[in-house]
Every structure is written in structure tokens, then in C-alpha cells.
């Protein structure tokens, strides 16, 4: 419930703030005409809450690890794009399993749960000043891999671990140290699936127009 409120204040608190500020070139780059594409790279960190129900019967805990990284496309005020995603479960059932080489030596290799995804966005992006936007982005993930494995062990055990994604709507405000860098404070909600309230550290820069 708090988090929700928090997504909501954030909306509130761009909207306001659109009435005091005017309309002000993308600050990516300040010298691009309204209608051309701006390119660019996107890389974030954060932790993602599970629904605790789901968690118990894949036997994970019910926080995760992302990695997240993709590209937007601005045009003005729209922007669209799309991105991978990788989760680190916290994994409350890993095994082991012992494999033997040429030589009869044993070695024991530990099993991993983790997850990987891509999602799909479009959003409206809003400048507070010089330094300073406001995106609200909608889009849907899609998670295709996630399981509990060795990894590059062919004939090792594997177990599927059931945690779908779904429709997301994500707040960010950015903060723009140089021309073409900014660094962004992120708070998403999915409205389907298992995932519930994600907060993302995010770096973007522009690397064509």
C-alpha cells in the first residue's frame, strides 16, 4: 500500500510541477529540433518484491536481485523502447551435484536460481528544468527462462521455478550530470503476474541521434 501511494505521489508531484515549469528541449540534448530521434542506452539495478504466496511454493524468498539493460527512443515529449531483464532468486531449496572428470577427480558444482526476461514499453517523458524530467512509462514483461540450475552442466538435475511478469507501469525521475548522461530513480508496479513493487537505480546515455 505505501508503495502504491508513493507511484501515485510521484504523478501528482510531476503534474504540479509541469504547470510551474514551460516546455524545455529534451536535456539529452538541448539543441535537438522537437521531432528528431534520440537514441539511448539504458542500465539499472535494483530489488524486486515477489508475491510471498508464490514464493513459498517455488521456495524462493520472496526478494530478488535485477539487472536490467535495454535502449529508448525519444521523439519530443514520446519515447518507446525495450529491454532484458536478469533476476537473482534467493533460493531456499539449491542442491548440489558431483561430477567426475577424465581423471576420477570429483568436483562438486552448486546450482543457481535465476530468471530472464523482456519487457516492452511506451511512455511520456515531461522536462522539470535544466537538469531535471519526469517519465511515466507503460509496458509488458514477459519472463522465458527461470529456473534452478548448474550452470553449463548439461546432464546436471533442473528444476522449473513457476514466476510470471505482466503489465507494469513505471515512474522515473532523471537527473542529468552531463549532456548526454543521466541518472535516474525508478519505482515500478505490476498490475498481473507474480511481481509486485520494483526500485531501480538507472543509468542512460545517448549514443546516436
Given at each position: 500500500?505505501?508503495?502504491?501511494?508513493?507511484?501515485?505521489?510521484?504523478?501528482?508531484?510531476?503534474?504540479?510541477?509541469?504547470?510551474?515549469?514551460?516546455?524545455?528541449?529534451?536535456?539529452?540534448?538541448?539543441?535537438?529540433p522537437?521531432?528528431?530521434?534520440?537514441?539511448?542506452?539504458?542500465?539499472?539495478?535494483?530489488?524486486?518484491?515477489?508475491?510471498?504466496?508464490k514464493?513459498?511454493?517455488?521456495h524462493?524468498?520472496?526478494?530478488?536481485?535485477r539487472?536490467?539493460?535495454?535502449?529508448?527512443?525519444?521523439?519530443?515529449?514520446?519515447l518507446?523502447?525495450?529491454?532484458?531483464?536478469?533476476?537473482?532468486?534467493?533460493?531456499?531449496?539449491?542442491f548440489?551435484?558431483?561430477?567426475?572428470?577424465?581423471?576420477?577427480?570429483?568436483?562438486?558444482?552448486?546450482?543457481?536460481?535465476?530468471?530472464i526476461?523482456?519487457?516492452?514499453?511506451i511512455?511520456y517523458?515531461?522536462?522539470?528544468?535544466k537538469?531535471?524530467?519526469?517519465?511515466?512509462?507503460?509496458?509488458?514483461?514477459?519472463?522465458?527462462?527461470?529456473?534452478?540450475?548448474?550452470?553449463?552442466?548439461?546432464?546436471?538435475?533442473?528444476?522449473?521455478?513457476?514466476?510470471?511478469?505482466?503489465a507494469?507501469?513505471?515512474?522515473?525521475?532523471?537527473?542529468?550530470?552531463?549532456?548526454?548522461?543521466?541518472?535516474?530513480?525508478?519505482?515500478?508496479?505490476?498490475?498481473?503476474?507474480?511481481?509486485?513493487?520494483?526500485?531501480?537505480l538507472?543509468?542512460?546515455?545517448?549514443?546516436?541521434?
Open positions: 500500500m505505501r508503495m502504491n501511494i508513493f507511484f501515485w505521489l510521484a504523478i501528482l508531484f510531476a503534474c504540479s510541477v509541469h504547470n510551474v515549469y514551460a516546455a524545455r528541449p529534451h536535456p539529452l540534448n538541448a539543441n535537438t522537437p521531432q528528431q530521434k534520440e537514441h539511448s542506452l539504458y542500465m539499472a539495478f535494483g530489488s524486486l518484491s515477489i508475491n510471498h504466496a514464493a513459498a511454493r517455488e524462493i524468498k520472496p526478494t530478488m536481485v539487472f536490467r539493460t535495454g535502449t529508448e527512443t525519444h521523439i519530443s515529449r514520446f518507446y523502447g525495450g529491454a532484458v531483464n536478469l533476476y537473482l532468486y534467493s533460493d531456499r531449496a539449491p548440489s551435484h558431483d561430477i567426475a572428470d577424465e581423471s576420477s577427480a570429483v568436483t562438486t558444482l552448486h546450482s543457481v536460481a535465476r530468471a526476461s523482456a519487457d516492452f514499453f511512455g517523458h515531461q522536462p522539470l528544468g537538469r531535471v524530467s519526469f517519465d511515466l512509462l507503460a509496458g509488458a514483461e514477459h519472463i522465458f527462462i527461470s529456473s534452478r540450475s548448474i550452470p553449463n552442466c548439461q546432464n546436471c538435475p533442473y528444476s522449473h521455478i513457476n514466476i510470471n511478469a505482466g507494469y507501469l513505471l515512474s522515473r525521475f532523471s537527473f542529468y550530470k552531463r549532456d548526454r548522461v543521466a541518472v535516474g530513480l525508478e519505482f515500478q508496479h505490476y498490475f498481473s503476474g507474480d511481481l509486485n513493487d520494483n526500485f531501480l538507472s543509468v542512460r546515455t545517448q549514443f546516436a541521434q
